[in-house]
């Protein structure tokens, strides 16, 4: 275990609070809660909001999937504030506190979610926002990849695509080009409506932390010469 100047041993509490309210997801009322404990140099505090589903319902194995990637995420929030090794003064009780809210994307065969984090430690400029996004056939129980929706040379077309619709909201630097770049990296974070992708880039990826978390909607027509087969049938083209 890391120890700091002052040699404090605080206990992290990770609490995962399941609230969601849409009728499609509906269940009676109920706390879902994920619990950690562990001992670091650094309090935390992590309170993230999980849609609530009905019990045994088809989305359970997307629910645990959702919990699964948001503890993996806040073990790296933990893992990097500790290692930093901050001399805070002897008077501060330094704290991580970690927040989020997130949007659901709902299809006749796929059900998506996107999550801001927000983590900010004490004394820190400003906060840091995260993004984290992940797309389900509840079918099949199938997490769905990018390049199941998608195939030929689309990461040529999203990087292009992209830089033309930050550029013309005002976003031109080096930082945009180089967040934009046709790589699967700069593309991870996505989500699928029925009428076309929403493309999420984090902070600081294309530009300040001023700026915010960018979002790039591309129309389904856009898309058509780069859908595969599975990409024809998410976005209802195909039966």
């Not at 269940?27 to 935390?44: C, E, L, S």
């Not at 992209?162 to 945009?176: H, P, Y």
């Amino acid at each position: 275990m890391i120890e700091c100047q002052f040699k404090k041993r605080i206990c992290c509490v990770l609490v995962l609070m399941t609230v969601f309210c849409n009728p499609l997801f509906s269940a009676p009322k109920r706390k879902n809660v994920f619990f950690k404990k562990g001992k670091v140099t650094v309090r935390y505090r992590i309170k993230i909001p999980l849609p609530l589903l009905k019990p045994k319902s088809v989305f359970q194995p997307f629910s645990q999937e959702l919990k699964s990637r948001l503890s993996e995420m806040t073990s790296q929030y933990v893992a990097n504030t500790a290692a930093m090794q901050i001399d805070f003064p002897a008077s501060v009780v330094p704290t991580n506190t970690v927040t989020g809210s997130y949007y659901l994307y709902k299809t006749k065969r796929s059900v998506g979610v996107k999550f801001l984090v927000v983590s900010y430690v004490t004394h820190a400029a400003h906060p840091s926002t995260d993004v984290l996004t992940l797309n389900y056939n509840q079918h099949s129980d199938k997490v769905i990849q990018l390049s199941d929706v998608l195939q030929h040379a689309y990461l040529s077309f999203l990087s292009h695509y992209c830089r033309q619709a930050l550029k013309n909201k005002g976003i031109e630097s080096d930082t945009m080009l180089d967040g934009t770049r046709p790589v699967s990296r700069n593309f991870r974070h996505w989500n699928m409506q029925s009428r076309g992708l929403l493309i999420s880039f984090g902070d600081g990826q294309v530009g300040p932390h001023a700026i915010g978390q960018p979002v790039v909607k591309i129309p389904r027509a856009a898309l058509v010469p780069f859908l595969s087969e599975q990409g024809r049938y998410y976005l209802g083209m195909s039966r």
